[in-house]
């Protein structure tokens, strides 16, 4: 295969991943930064970074998880950075001058996935995530310790920790598992 030919294979290879993760990515992304334009910028900088970083994919895990453990990298970047603490501070500051809730919001609240949303997405970010590599990505135990660089046993008491501190924040609701 000469250079051309494979440029060509390693464009149609991030095409293909962008249009079978890029939504994913973003998902995931939005559970971290819970802003979804920021989810989106966050996976346009996964897939230039895997393209500009093309040869340190080593092959010991797939696709997905590589780019899940970039994208939770990603995220973590943001939350550490300065924008984000700029757009919280107003975030929170928009919270206190907003008036009354609208209808439909107060109906939605209501709904019970909504309830567990809410509740999943104020744990913390280490109990979070394992819920939602778990749950919404259905990864395995392994994998999931694979994307986040810790062990199995972390992985799985992280679990347990985190259904717990649901299952506690949940009692006064009407849910059943």
């Known amino acids: 295969m000469n250079g051309s030919q ?3 294979y390693e464009e149609d290879l991030y095409v293909e991943l962008m249009h079978k993760y890029g939504e994913e990515l973003a998902r995931l992304a939005y559970t971290y930064v819970k802003d979804y334009q920021i989810a989106e910028d966050i996976v346009q900088d996964v897939f230039m970074k895997i393209y500009v970083n093309k040869d340190k994919f080593r092959g010991q895990s797939s696709y997905k998880t590589y780019l899940f453990r970039i ?3 990603c ?20 919270h206190l001058f907003k008036g009354t ?13 909504f309830l567990i949303g809410q509740e999943i997405l104020s744990l913390p970010v280490k109990d979070r995530e ?3 590599l778990y749950y919404y990505k259905d990864l395995s135990i392994a994998e999931i310790a694979n994307v ?6 972390t992985v799985k008491t992280r679990l347990f920790r985190a259904r717990s ?4 924040k ?8």
Do not use: P
């Not at 809730?101 to 996935?113: G, H, I, Y």
């Not at 986040?148 to 046993?153: E, G, T």
């Not at 501190?165 to 506690?168: A, D, F, N, Q, W």
């Open 130 to 132: 394992v819920i939602i």
């Open 165 to 168: 501190k649901l299952r506690e």
């Open 101 to 113: 809730e609208q209808t439909e919001e107060s109906v939605l609240k209501q709904s019970v996935n």
């Open 71 to 73: 994208t939770i990298n």
């Open 75 to 94: 995220c973590y970047d943001y939350l550490r950075s300065a924008a984000f603490k700029k757009s919280k501070l107003l975030t929170t500051l928009n």
């Open 170 to 177: 949940l009692k006064g609701e009407e849910f059943h598992e």
């Open 6 to 8: 494979s440029m060509g």
């Open 148 to 153: 986040c660089s810790i062990s199995l046993n």
